[in-house]
């Protein structure tokens, strides 16, 4: 087995100490697919991403909401084979940082990195500012100070044991679905327009008009509903912590976008279909279409669904997010002391409590950003993520890799990632110039670093790990 962590100041000198180091920093692993799918559909959120993101979605694209994103669930499955190849390829819980610099180098794995670690920081807080809303019906409470109580509570439920938690999001994950049947049986049954408005979509004008939706305009969406989506990779984070993870993730991944994707479509198709008219649709109050399609009773149930859904939402992201930066100081990437203290795992329940500390803390503090902010650098951060991984993707089947036994094999490689990462690029040169410029200088940044502080420190900084043992040969 590889060693897990080895500060530079610290290099072991004997095999006993060697041993040591290892025990210190492996992950348990307990989970099999049932608890792997539990935990990455939760990290999916699909209720939640339906009820606080997608009325952003309805506001922009009216009726299109629907078609980008069965657009973006096409896209996503070709993400899912490159995740799935190379989650089993390079089973680590550094995720795609490790995937990505194991195949086409360590800078561009730093890059990597900081692309997602954008994402872990800060979809957490997007999420958790939507539970005001749907706890109206019982307190009214201030938006961003709920945000950050969710935060803190994700982030204690997010130090215990990792298996009891997988269970815990289970419960919650029913509520979810539960939430979302009931919204698209009452969408359904109270159909206002003809289904050819999801291929001809149309949004609110002025003066109760309506206008058209441009394929331009759909293009530009596809990045918020590849957040919306976003998730079903979370798989290969745990990979680590998965039974034979060369036979789990890819089934994990593969029925996570599966069944999350509906769990999201197809209610948004009953709203498209549903909404009393286009000014309310583009208003994205759903739990208000709720009350009018419904008693109140059932609305309140609902919007408790909905809030709770979020919560489990929180806890699950915050899991995931910091074994991310567990991963990244076992693999040196910060100075020492740094390093040493976000590799730590607690004695009681296996998990990296200061990683996750330095995952919640930050995102309740995230709460009282901008919301339009958070979603904008999101959903640019996630498509650049995306086609990074697409060309590694492309790397996968070259040298030594080729000829690795046991990893799963997407098909039609190589046009799956080439035609990705083709759109992606598309995708990107179509999002608001702030939305850029944040996410690049934040990038740029982070080459600094990498220039000046870790390329010089190249034989005991950033050494991407990947462990190895019996389970996973």
């Given at each position: 087995m590889t060693e897990i962590l080895r500060?530079?100041?610290?290099?072991?000198?004997?095999?006993?100490?060697?041993?040591?180091?290892?025990?210190?920093?492996?992950?348990?692993?307990?989970?099999?697919?049932?608890?792997?799918?539990?935990?990455?559909?939760?990290?999916?959120?699909?209720?939640s991403s339906l009820f606080v993101i997608?009325?952003?979605?309805?506001?922009?694209?009216?009726?299109?909401?629907?078609?980008?994103?069965?657009?973006?669930?096409?896209?996503?499955?070709?993400?899912?084979?490159?995740?799935?190849?190379?989650?089993?390829l390079i089973p680590s819980a550094g995720g795609e940082y490790a995937m990505v610099g194991t195949l086409t180098g360590r800078f561009s794995g730093w890059l990597v990195f900081i692309q997602a670690l954008i994402v872990v920081m800060i979809v957490p807080p997007i999420i958790a500012l939507g539970t005001a809303d749907y706890l109206a019906p019982l307190i009214h409470v201030d938006a961003k100070a709920t945000g950050a109580a969710v935060m803190l509570l994700a982030t204690v439920m997010g130090l215990l044991d990792l298996r009891a938690n997988a269970w815990i999001t289970g419960v919650f994950l029913v509520l979810e679905v539960v939430a979302?049947?009931?919204?698209?049986?009452?969408?359904?049954?109270?159909?206002?327009?003809?289904?050819?408005?999801?291929?001809?979509?149309?949004?609110?004008?002025?003066?109760?008009?309506?206008?058209?939706?441009?394929?331009?305009?759909?293009?530009?969406?596809l990045a918020a509903a590849l957040f919306i989506l976003q998730g079903f990779s979370t798989a290969v984070y745990l990979s680590e912590e998965m039974e034979n993870p060369r036979?789990?993730?890819?089934?994990?991944?593969l029925w996570t976008l599966a069944i999350g994707a509906a769990v999201v479509l197809v209610p948004v198709v009953a709203i498209t279909l549903g909404a009393p008219d286009l000014n309310t649709l583009a208003g994205g109050d759903i739990a208000g279409m709720v009350q009018k399609w419904s008693d109140s009773g059932v609305g309140t149930f609902i919007s408790?669904?909905?809030?709770?859904?979020?919560?489990?939402?929180?806890?699950?992201?915050?899991?995931?997010?910091?074994?991310?930066?567990?991963?990244?100081?076992?693999?040196?990437?910060?100075p020492a002391p740094v390093g040493r203290a976000l590799a730590a795992l607690s004695k009681r329940f296996g998990s990296p409590w200061i990683a996750t500390?330095?995952?919640?803390?930050?995102?309740?503090?995230?709460?009282?950003?901008?919301?339009?902010?958070?979603?904008?650098?999101?959903?640019?951060?996630?498509?650049?993520?995306?086609?990074?991984?697409?060309?590694?993707?492309?790397a996968s089947r070259r040298g030594a890799h080729k000829e690795r036994e046991g990893v799963w094999r997407m098909p039609l490689w190589p046009v799956v990632p080439v035609v990705l990462l083709a759109v992606l690029v598309w995708v990107l040169a179509q999002q608001a110039a702030r939305d850029l410029l944040i996410t690049?200088?934040?990038?740029?940044?982070?080459?600094?670093?990498?220039?000046?502080?870790?390329?010089?420190?190249?034989?005991?900084?950033?050494?991407?790990?990947?462990?190895?043992?019996?389970?996973?040969?």
């Open positions: 500060p530079p100041a610290e290099v072991p000198d004997s095999a006993a100490a060697s041993t040591a180091a290892t025990e210190r920093g492996k992950l348990t692993r307990s989970i099999g697919v049932v608890g792997g799918t539990l935990l990455t559909l939760s990290c999916l959120t699909p209720a997608v009325p952003g979605s309805f506001a922009t694209l009216g009726t299109g909401t629907a078609l980008t994103l069965v657009i973006a669930v096409v896209l996503c499955v070709a993400v899912a084979f490159c995740y799935s190849e190379l989650g089993t979302s049947a009931v919204v698209a049986f009452l969408g359904f049954s109270h159909t206002r327009r003809s289904a050819s408005v999801l291929v001809h979509p149309v949004m609110a004008g002025d003066h109760g008009a309506s206008l058209p939706v441009t394929g331009g305009l759909i293009v530009a969406g036979r789990t993730v890819s089934r994990t991944v408790l669904c909905i809030a709770l859904a979020i919560i489990n939402a929180a806890i699950v992201m915050v899991i995931q997010n910091s074994r991310v930066l567990f991963a990244s100081a076992r693999d040196n990437a910060w500390l330095a995952v919640g803390v930050p995102g309740a503090v995230l709460c009282f950003v901008p919301v339009a902010t958070l979603n904008g650098v999101t959903g640019v951060a996630v498509a650049a993520l995306y086609a990074f991984v697409a060309v590694a993707a492309l690049g200088g934040i990038t740029a940044v982070a080459a600094l670093y990498w220039v000046f502080y870790l390329r010089p420190r190249r034989a005991t900084h950033w050494v991407i790990t990947v462990p190895e043992d019996e389970m996973v040969s």
